[in-house]
């Protein structure tokens, strides 16, 4: 024989009732979690960046959408406040209703999975719908932003050359990177990035943050960085500074092709922050240049269009005849000049220099 539930009057299982009362009519009666849970519970968020500002007027500051974060929010007070253990739930469907420039409501579901005592493996979902007041407010961190407020200026320039757009992009996807480390600074923030042929710059709010970028790239790009100071002026009585970071890019990199005057030319074997030690393709001498030595111009680089391919048209005892691929020219050279044999026909790059061929790699 069938049951019905003496209050919503729908046909149920008699053994899935408590007190006589469907599961849904039941807990209408008596909430699981009642309206009253919340009314401590504020959401209180920066109507600019959509940080979130806890207790203790701190503010946190995510990279996910809004509705997430109030989600995550008000998971973590639930379970702070539900006394059992017994008891799972869902948070979704967040919605945020402006109300005015200052305030509006959050509404979302929540969705409670109960079990009955008698029928424990079996689970019931109870739905129910909340909402919390919200306040919009600015956090420091935009306050400081709006303000044009920065401590630093770091600027990154190459030696003697221009920023490539290549390098201009690495440089501002890893001031991004960087900057993630910083969300919770209140002062870390770029301000505005300049980009101009020469240089790239970036007004930075923390002086701190500013010189840790310095850091970074000295250690990972081998930059020369200098740190400065000036003052800028005085704010109630006390002196204000602002740093400089100057942070100078490598000219050359491991693999770079030198000339060096008539002398020489080069491979770069390292890079440091200090210069570049080479190894001489004609001498076979080591070189260490300084980056002062490479502002001279004596130091140059060798351009693609300098490197040229060979063909070995013969051997004999103790050289290889190779014909310019670009000129028809043909060459002598001995095989104690070269690490590795060739065979005939093979084709390798090399630089004339000093009417003397040098072969970069083989292949
Ligand atoms: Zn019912
Ligand atoms: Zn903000």
New binding site residues.
């Given amino acids: 024989m069938g049951y019905f ?1 003496p ?2 009057g ?1 046909s149920i299982n008699y053994a899935e009732t408590i007190e006589g ?2 599961i ?2 039941y807990y209408e009666k008596h909430p699981i979690i009642e309206d009253t849970i919340f009314k401590d519970f504020t959401l209180s968020v920066c109507k600019f960046c959509g940080a979130i500002q806890d207790k203790k007027h701190r503010w946190h500051y995510y990279d996910t959408p809004l509705e997430d974060v109030f989600i995550k929010e008000i998971a973590s007070y639930l379970k702070s406040k539900i006394k059992s253990k017994n008891i799972d739930f869902k948070i979704y469907d967040g919605s945020i209703k402006v109300l005015s420039a200052t305030s509006g409501v959050f509404s979302f579901k929540i969705d409670i999975i109960v079990s009955l005592p008698q029928h424990m493996n079996k689970r019931y979902h109870i739905i129910n719908t909340f909402e919390v007041p919200v306040y919009f407010s600015i956090c420091d961190k935009c306050k400081k932003i709006k303000s044009g407020y920065f401590e630093a200026i770091v600027r990154f320039k190459k030696a003697n050359d221009f920023i490539d757009k290549k390098t201009h992009e690495e440089i501002k996807q890893t001031l991004k990177n960087l900057m993630l480390a910083y969300t919770d600074n209140p002062k870390g923030f770029i301000l505005k990035l300049t980009e101009k042929k020469k240089f790239l710059e970036a007004k930075v709010g923390s002086g701190t943050v500013a010189k840790a970028i310095g850091s970074y790239f000295r250690k990972h790009y081998n930059a020369h960085v200098i740190v400065t100071s000036k003052l800028k002026g005085m704010v109630s009585g006390k002196n204000v500074y602002q740093l400089a970071v100057s942070i100078e890019l490598p000219k050359y990199h491991k693999g770079d092709l030198l000339k060096v005057g008539n002398e020489d030319i080069c491979v770069v074997s390292k890079v440091t922050s200090k210069g570049i030690i080479c190894d001489g393709l004609f001498s076979h001498k080591k070189y260490v240049f300084t980056r002062q030595d490479l502002e001279q111009s004596k130091i140059s680089k060798i351009s693609s269009d300098e490197i040229d391919e060979y063909q070995v048209i013969s051997e004999k005892q103790n050289t290889y005849q190779i014909m310019s691929l670009s000129t028809y020219q043909i060459y002598e050279i001995s095989k104690s000049e070269i690490p590795i044999s060739l065979r005939k026909d093979d084709v390798l790059k090399g630089i004339l220099f000093r009417n003397k061929v040098i072969f970069l790699a083989k292949k």
């Fill in positions: 539930c209050l919503c729908k009362l469907c849904h009519c």
